[in-house]
């Protein structure tokens, strides 16, 4: 009697484990739905296996999010996941849902390039001609003057000696980035003020420093000697040329500043350009203009640092030659070169 009941028990707990099994295997291996539609869903940075469970199943991607970790757990693939944005759909099952977060080959992100002396209104333009943002939505972020308006949370030090009055121009480091596909424009400006910290390394803030530059006035000078020069082997002389100047109080008398007011880019400005009244035009006022003009390379940064020591006041571009820079001591030196290579 006794070894009845048991092998009933038996029984029943086998036809039990069966029944369970049965349908554990046949959720895993079922789908939502038939349908095709793509579903982009995100996997953020440190989340663990109960939120992804629960996102996908919120997302209408899994039938039941206990059935998703089951098959996690039992697959050892908890610490697997990749963070990235995934394009799923309801038609795929458990099993392959958790390969493909788990492989992180299907991570759909947007790359971008910014290139070096792109003003804040040239990354916009070039987001909204790329599809990554609509116009306008990134010069918003980039011309808020308080970055803990969009930023909360972040700590800058570079921005210790940034004038209130002051945008993230100049700060927006150029570079390739790689975009989640939701990313929104205070993610992109985060990435780039995230590498301009990395770039700008505390020996560079100390040298600056001793030098007696404050860093907004470095990128300052940098954003102006980026427009000005092409070639990074010229840089550090033109802004030696720029340190000789300003010691001297003379007047920097950039084109690039001029062309920024005009909004033009002429290699070299008209007369009207030239009495435009305003604080950026160097030919009518002394000193650095109130900020930058441009966000610039680290080359033109190192320049602003690490000036050469030179005799030069003047330069020019070669704009029909191999864009190298031509160097004079005096004013007579710098008219004759310009007879020589622009007229």
Known sequence: MIKKIILIIVSVAVLGFSAVAGYYFMQVGSSVSDAKDVIVFNISEGEGVNEIAANLEEQGLINSSYIFEWYVYFDNSQSSFIAGDYELMPSQNVKEIVSLLTAGQSVKENSITTLEGWTSQEIDQYLADEGIL?????LAVAQTKNVD???PGNTYTFFVDKPAEADLEGYLFPDTYR???????EDIVEKMLDNFGVKFTEQMRQDAADGNMSIFGIVTLASIIEKEVALDKDREIVAGIFYNRLNNNIGLQSD??????TNGDRPQPTAED???DSPY????YRGLPPGPISNPSLSSIMAAIYPADTDYFYFLSRINDDGSTVFS???EEHLSNKAKYLD
């Open 134 to 138: 609509s116009a306008g939505d990134f």
């Open 149 to 151: 308006n969009i930023l």
């Open 179 to 185: 975009l989640f596909l939701d990313a929104t424009a």
């Open 256 to 261: 690039a500043t001029v062309n920024y007011v």
């Open 274 to 276: 030239l009495e435009v």
């Open 281 to 284: 035009n160097t030919y009518k």
């Open 329 to 331: 001591k005096t004013y």
